[in-house]
């Protein structure tokens, strides 16, 4: 079993819909868990990080995180083209690591 | 906020030759950076944690003598690919913590293409 795994899509959504992208992690001793977005040919930039169970809301962006499920997901209402891109589930690994899923891609059509 | 600057962007060298990959931290001190490896499709995989004044860490199935780091002074790592071959082709990006074990700032990242 992969240690972050992610639905790799491509998952589309109308402009203005709810885009909810998975991520499940096999340690269970995980504390801190991060969504990154990457654009092609781009590095990824940080847009949420979680570290307790429950949401995390930050402007159209909402994090969940269920600890027992081992579980976190990123909503992304009022979904617009510019967010079109690859979702990266990342989680900790002490000592400063992250490990990430292969990150699923969105596509969100005008 | 916290500037992480990569270079170069973009490279292609010959086979057999070496290439540099520098990483600096612009606004902070990184005590310690991260040396990532991105093929198309693929997720980030962790190369290596650069440690300033000490030898960097590698991670299992990374050649530490073909993946050479130098993290000479508290702003800037160096990552440099020896006796480059086609199947080192990739993205390689660096991070580094400004905000306590996670904040993560990447570099914008290089792509070398090895002909």
């Known amino acids: ?110 | 906020g916290a500037v992480v600057s990569q270079h170069p962007s973009r490279v292609i060298c010959k086979s057999g030759t070496s290439v540099k990959i520098e990483c600096r931290s612009l606004d902070f001190q990184a005590t310690t950076m991260f040396w990532y490896r991105q093929f198309p499709k693929q997720s980030l995989m962790l190369m290596a944690t650069s440690n300033e004044g000490s030898k960097a860490t590698y991670e299992q199935g990374v050649e530490k003598d073909k993946f050479l780091i130098n993290h000479a002074s508290l702003t800037l790592s160096t990552l440099t690919v020896t006796s480059a071959h086609p199947e080192d082709s990739s993205f390689y990006i660096c991070s580094a913590n400004f905000q306590g074990d996670y904040g993560y700032t990447f570099g914008s990242g290089t792509r070398l293409t090895v002909v």
């Open chain 1, 1 to 110: 079993q992969k240690e972050v795994e992610q639905n790799s899509g491509p998952l589309s959504v109308p402009e203005g819909a709810i885009a909810s992208l998975n991520c499940t992690y096999s340690d269970r001793g995980s504390q801190s868990f991060f969504w990154y977005r990457q654009y092609s040919g781009k590095s990824p930039e940080l847009i949420m990080s979680i570290y307790s169970n429950g949401d995390k809301e930050d402007g159209r962006f909402t994090a969940q995180l269920n600890k027992a499920s081992q579980y976190v997901s990123l909503l992304i209402r009022d979904s617009q083209p510019s967010d079109s891109a690859t979702y990266l589930c990342a989680v900790g690994k002490g000592q400063g690591n992250l490990i990430f899923g292969k990150g699923t891609k969105l596509s969100v059509k005008p």
